[in-house]
T-cell receptor
């Protein structure tokens, strides 16, 4: 079983839709959580951090549930430009440094 | 412009022919790492470096070497490439290894080993 699991999708949604992705992690020692966005054939880029209290950045809302060990990303009013793969990233301390563990990503396709 | 650069961007080679993928960052970052990305597996760390002359293995180091002689450069060396090293490779850097530091990725190197 992978340490960080994501539904690979694809999620095909029309413009204006609200879509939510979940990501589960298995190691309860995980400390920090992020969502990265990766466009096709491009490098990943930080989308947002995920805090226990939840955080919002415009149309994007990220939440963390430590008890159930999952994080979520909600995108409201989807735009064509939101089409990308969304990577869940979990950080935990291991072997003397903070180790990043990436999920395999969830693909989102927004259509007109 | 703050960036991480990688070269080459695309490379097709044959089994056993040594190659080096260069990585350079201009942000004075201490922490650098190499990842490979394969379908369905996500990014997996190959090697990382906490600072000059400090490197260590990640999750999939077999068949790879790295060096960190200068802060800005972190080349990835494949001494004897094999077809199972065909992958998309990303170099990344960050200020340090704090759990809150953003990772900045290079544009990627698509390697095919025949």
């Amino acid at each position: 079983r992978k340490e960080v699991e994501q539904d690979p999708g694809p999620f095909n949604v029309p413009e204006g839709a609200t879509v939510a992705f979940n990501c589960t992690y298995s190691n309860s020692a995980s400390q920090s959580f992020f969502w990265y966005r990766q466009d096709c054939r491009k490098e990943p880029k930080l989308l947002m951090s995920v805090y226990s209290s939840g955080n919002e950045d415009g149309r994007f809302t990220a939440q963390l549930n430590r008890a159930s060990q999952y994080i979520s990303l909600l995108i409201r009013d989807s735009k064509l430009s939101d089409s990308a793969t969304y990577l869940c990233v979990v950080i935990r301390f291991s072997g003397g440094y903070n180790k990043l563990i990436f999920g395999a990503g969830t693909r989102l396709a927004v259509h007109p | 412009e703050a960036q991480v650069t990688q070269n080459p961007r695309y490379l097709i080679t044959v089994t056993g022919k040594k190659l080096t993928v260069t990585c350079s960052q201009n942000m004075n970052h201490e922490y650098m790492s190499w990842y490979r990305q394969d379908p369905g597996l996500g990014l997996r760390q190959i090697y990382y470096s906490m600072n000059v002359e400090v490197t260590d293995k990640g999750d999939v180091p077999e068949g790879y070497k790295v060096s960190r002689k200068e802060k800005r450069n972190f080349p990835l060396i494949l001494e004897s490439p094999s077809p199972n090293q065909t992958s998309l490779y990303f170099c990344a850097s960050s200020l340090g290894d704090s759990s809150y530091n953003e990772q900045f990725f290079g544009p990627g190197t698509r390697l095919t080993v025949l």
